[in-house]
């Protein structure tokens, strides 16, 4: 059973990111100067061409890719920007008018990029996502009043990992939070799960500024402690203000979750590669918090979700087919959901249940040594570490950025380490990663982006083939287990026609068409090898192919 925790601070204003909200102003004008003050590291003296390229690149983004959640004054803005940079060029006080240029600029990125927190909508927020939740993972046909009670709900997220040292170092220093990214669900789910089972207050966030476009969203996302990202936006000055957001937060002693992976896993594989610019940030934070005199320290904790679904699952696997087949995958012509869609979804809210893991790994500090319940950290020989010895050169406390980017890969290794072994093995993922090998095995000279091209087709697989090779797979990943190498789910893998029967049943719930489903003929059918081959991937990180003879994919 999942253990529920009480609150560390049960009174919502009392927790960082309301303290941040309410500082909001005085927060933005900090961090104004601190991105102003990074931005002249890298580009002083070459203001005129960081300005340049600024103003370049938002016009193509307002021509090419414009969205209506973008400023009104959008457009002249930029023109009003290209202007003042234009007449600068023959003033004599030319540095002082570009240095202002950039500080403008910085000023209103940053008001667009750092939201607000709501403690009123935060409570409202959690009676909603009950109840939302509640339809999601548990089914309507219970026995209970309505669709089960919240009790029911919080046993249906499981949560896994050594939450209690987690819960500790919240009260030693500043937590950051790094989960795997597969659904657009995941920061509701993350936010809700620490909040309702782990009983630790809200979490600054990331949110895609695409999310903006829906009205409704954007209320409730804007009042939720969010800050918004928009990935359309390339230019330097941007990426050094989003980037500065994360850590000037994670400074001023704001919790944090970000996606490492950058945006969500479009094949279904768990991430093994992590974008380390937002990972740097957590390291720079440090070391200022050292170079400050102050002692605070910031503690990493990896998070791997398992779902048996994910609601975008048909559209990220066609994103990711179109990329590696490009010119030879023939993508997917259905359009958004329809009437007939929704409905369906609806209806399956009330008739279906499913579970979803939360598996926290070992919490550590920024350069990936684990640490104990006081915050100490211990290197892989069991030896206390000393983390100011890692800024430190000739007896002088110093930031250096290639030191610092080593670092960051560390950290990065460390976390994709963490995601492999928190991993939390579902019936499902065996179910899809074995019926995947054994059609694609009958099929292989097709080639992959061939084989997936054949629309419409069913794919059938002998049950006695499919159970021996479920079987196969069990035992391997129980060995796997014993030795600490994955962690697996609260089904019973002591029994082979348990772990079938479970993993047909929840793969892919929601989806219109049953992904594998067992006949009366005793065969098992695919309906959609494309989905199956998305479910398939969160396995191929651990080279089960090889001890089963299979080919990778």
């Known amino acids: 059973m999942t253990q529920i925790f009480s609150h560390l601070i049960p009174k919502i204003e009392d927790w960082p990111v309301a303290r941040l909200s309410r500082e909001r102003a005085s927060f933005v004008q900090k961090l104004n100067t601190f991105v102003f003050d990074q931005l002249m590291k890298t580009h002083d003296g070459n203001l005129n061409e960081l300005i ?6 938002e016009n193509q983004r307002i021509k090419i890719n414009p969205w209506k959640v973008d400023p009104a004054d959008d457009k002249i803005y930029w023109k009003n920007m290209a202007t003042d940079l234009e007449n600068s060029l023959t003033r004599e006080d030319k540095e002082e008018v570009e240095v202002n240029l950039v500080k403008r600029i910085i000023n209103r990125y940053n008001e667009e990029i750092v939201g607000h927190f709501m403690p009123k909508t935060f409570t409202f927020s ?14 309507f046909f219970k026995g209970h009043w309505r669709w089960g009670t919240k009790k029911d709900l919080q046993q249906r997220i499981k949560v896994q990992g050594n939450v209690t040292l987690m819960r500790s170092l919240f009260q030693q220093g500043t937590v950051v939070v790094l989960p795997t990214h597969y659904s657009n669900l995941d920061s ?11 009983g630790i207050p809200a979490f600054s966030y990331g949110a895609g500024l695409n999310l903006y476009n829906v009205e409704v969203v954007a209320y409730f996302i804007n009042r939720l402690g969010a800050f918004r990202v928009d990935r359309r936006k390339k230019n330097p000055i941007y990426l050094e203000c989003l980037k500065s957001m994360t850590g000037y937060s994670i400074l001023e002693g704001v ?4 996606f490492p992976g950058g945006t969500r896993s479009r ?30 320290k910031i503690f990493v904790v990896p998070l791997n979700i398992g779902y048996h679904f994910v609601l975008e699952a048909s559209q990220l696997i066609d994103q990711h087919l179109q990329s590696i087949g490009r010119e030879k ?3 997917s012509k259905k359009a958004g959901p329809n009437f007939g869609d929704i409905w369906r979804f609806i209806k399956d809210l009330y008739s279906k249940d499913s579970e979803v893991y939360m598996s926290f790994g070992d919490p550590m500090d920024v350069f990936g040594n684990k640490v104990d319940d006081h915050g100490v950290s211990f290197d892989k020989f069991g030896q206390k570490v000393n983390i100011e010895d890692y800024f430190t050169f000739e007896g002088k406390l110093s930031g250096n950025s290639q030191r610092e980017g080593v670092y960051a890969k560390m950290l990065g290794e460390c976390v994709v380490n963490s995601y492999r072994k928190f991993n939390t093995i579902l019936s499902s993922n065996v179910v899809s990663f074995v019926a995947f090998h054994l059609v694609y095995a009958e099929y292989e000279d097709m080639g992959l982006i061939n084989l997936i091209n054949q629309k419409n087709q069913k794919y059938t697989i002998d049950y006695e083939v499919f159970a021996e090779k479920v079987s196969q797979i069990i035992n391997i990943i129980k060995e796997m287990s014993a030795q600490g190498e994955v962690t697996l789910s609260d089904e019973n893998w002591d029994n082979t ?22 006949k009366e003929d005793n065969k098992i059918v695919c309906a959609d090898l494309k989905l199956l081959y998305f479910y398939h991937n969160r396995l191929i990180n651990y080279d089960l192919e090889t001890p089963m003879g299979w080919s990778k994919v």
């Open 52 to 57: 340049s390229k600024t103003i370049y690149l």
């Open 126 to 139: 959690r009676y909603f996502l009950t109840s939302f939740f509640k339809r999601l993972f548990s089914s």
């Open 188 to 198: 509701i789910m993350v936010g809700y799960a620490i909040d309702t089972n782990v």
């Open 255 to 258: 919790n944090c979750i970000f």
């Open 267 to 296: 094949s279904g594989q768990t991430e093994d590669k992590l974008k380390l610019g937002l990972i740097s940030s957590v390291i720079e934070a440090q070391r200022l918090h050292l170079e400050q005199k102050e002692d605070k």
């Open 329 to 331: 995958y023939t993508r």
């Open 497 to 518: 026609q348990e772990i079938i029967s479970e993993g047909l049943r929840k793969l892919g719930i929601y989806h219109a068409v049953r992904v594998l489903e067992k």
